[in-house]
């Protein structure tokens, strides 16, 4: 027999598990090859529990302290392995240690933007991201919902898990609120009570409590921010046509010091007719002169395909490729102003 098969056929008699790092959620205890001794010792830390499997069905469940593995205390594993009156040989079942403690600093965001109907803006898209700390309230319910049989299950599976569950209940909380897009801001701490007390149950039915859930900003696409800014600028015009002719009546000064200009031209060939028209339509609110021809957009060169492009444009007209930038961790495309990734929550331009 070589040494291999040695250590292969030899009997576990403590079992425990130390976690390496925060962002373990479940851990499966190597047993496939070995057998588990007979009153062999298990040992549960504080902020854990360990779980008996027997070919796919949970049995026993340990919480904190010591516990000797016999018929006592292995009732349900007992029963399933038929026992009956007890057992004085080594037996093979799947342990799975989980961590109670509380995941602090989980970063959350929406991947794609949620739309909603807004009271002031219409119907608006709305990215959001935040942090929430949450922990394992039921280790039988998460086996069995979310963890499995896999040998470990970290903060990052479940991400795959919490960001849809997030964003139905966002879009529901927002939705109900009836809150516009600009009162938000102001109100985030509210939008957070809510959007927790939406999340409890779903995540109550996959064995997972939220200790707290914070939403640190509700943003607009970009397309989106920049109408909005656009908007707010012509509210603080006001009358466009005052605001018309105020700006000809300022430029007048300026265009008469340039001798290719036409106000140099009116100065210095006819000064009074063609001035005096000038004057009487920025002021007086005559008929406007013709808008000057908009000059051609700028072009540059696609990311992926280099052929040439407007300037700001989203995605390429040629190959389709989006111009925006990435999140160096999971490359997917971030908002050129945002602080976090919306996907991963990368903490962006550190």
């Known amino acids: 027999m070589g040494l291999w098969d040695g250590i292969k056929h030899q009997f576990i008699e403590v079992i425990e598990w130390t976690e390496p790092s925060d962002d373990i959620l479940a851990f499966r205890f190597p047993v496939a090859n070995n057998e588990i001794k007979q009153n062999a010792q298990l040992t549960v830390r504080e902020s854990q529990q360990a779980l008996f499997v027997d070919e796919g069905r949970p049995a026993d469940l340990f919480s904190p302290g010591r516990h000797t593995l016999n018929t006592a205390n292995l009732p349900l594993l007992t029963k399933l392995k038929s ?5 004085n040989s080594p037996f093979k079942s799947e342990v799975y240690f989980f961590s109670l403690r509380q995941k602090l600093g989980q970063k959350w965001g929406t991947r794609q933007p949620i739309t909603i109907r807004d009271p002031e803006l219409g119907s608006v898209q709305l990215r959001m991201f935040g942090v929430c700390s949450y922990h394992i309230s039921d280790a039988r319910l998460f086996y069995r919902e979310i963890s499995g049989t896999r040998e470990q299950f970290t903060t990052a599976d479940l991400v795959e898990h919490l960001i849809p569950t997030i964003v139905s209940a966002a879009t529901t909380t927002f939705a109900q609120a ?27 039915k996959l064995g997972i409590a939220l200790d707290s859930f914070v939403v640190e900003a509700v943003s607009l696409p970009e397309a989106l921010e920049q109408a909005l800014q656009t908007r707010q600028a012509m509210s603080i ?7 018309a002719q105020y700006q000809t009546a300022k430029s007048i000064p300026d265009a008469a010091k340039n001798p290719s200009g036409m106000a140099g031209i009116g100065a210095g060939v006819a000064v009074g007719a063609g001035m005096g028209q000038i004057m009487s339509q920025a002021l007086g609110g005559g008929a406007a002169a013709p808008a000057p021809a908009a000059p051609a957009p700028a072009l540059v060169g696609c990311i992926a395909c280099h052929k040439g492009i407007e300037a700001g444009s989203a995605f390429c007209r040629y190959c389709g490729a989006s111009q925006k930038p990435t999140c160096p961790a999971c490359q997917k495309p ?3 102003d945002s602080a976090f990734c919306a996907s991963c929550g990368h903490k962006l331009g550190a």
């Open 334 to 336: 971030v908002a050129a």
């Open 237 to 243: 015009v006001g009358n466009m046509q005052t605001y």
């Open 178 to 204: 009836k809150l516009p897009f600009l009162d938000m801001a102001a109100n985030q701490q509210e939008l957070s009570h809510a959007l927790r007390v939406s999340l409890e149950q779903p995540l109550a």
């Open 83 to 87: 026992w009956g009156f007890g057992f």
